[in-house]
């Protein structure tokens, strides 16, 4: 399984940003996808994260700026991210998830950067 990240890039505050996740060479649907951040000399945080039949949860920094969406046709999910300030300048990792009795499938995509300028 692949998870294929694309959509960072260099963008003024209060711009936005539309990340994607294309998760390939899956034999099902995740049940959740989401999206984490890591900058420099910080820990990875949650953006973003969806579960099917659940909706979606966002961390603190992002909530009311961000929509976690997906294509469930395509196993994929989108991030757009608006009124972007300078801290969220980090690298966007995507993740799917899917527990099927006693196995955990987990997956994280290369990550894509983001860099807010001021």
């Known amino acids: 399984v692949q998870l294929q990240a694309s959509g960072g890039g260099l963008v003024q505050a209060g711009g936005s940003l539309r990340l994607s996740c294309a998760a390939s060479?899956?034999?099902?649907?995740?049940?959740?996808m989401s999206w984490y951040r890591q900058a420099p000399g910080k820990q990875r945080e949650l953006v973003a994260l969806?579960?099917?039949?659940?909706?979606?949860d966002y961390g603190d920094s992002v909530t009311g700026r961000s929509t976690i969406f997906r294509d469930i046709a395509k196993n994929t999910v989108y991030l757009q991210m608006n009124s972007l300030k300078p801290d969220d300048t980090a690298a966007y990792y995507c993740?799917?998830?899917?527990?099927?009795?006693?196995?955990?499938?987990?997956?994280w995509g290369q990550g894509t950067h983001v860099t807010v300028s001021s």
């Open positions: 060479g899956s034999t099902f649907i995740f049940t959740t």
């Open positions: 969806m579960t099917s039949g659940r909706g979606a």
């Open positions: 993740n799917a998830n899917e527990v099927r009795g006693f196995q955990e499938y987990d997956y």
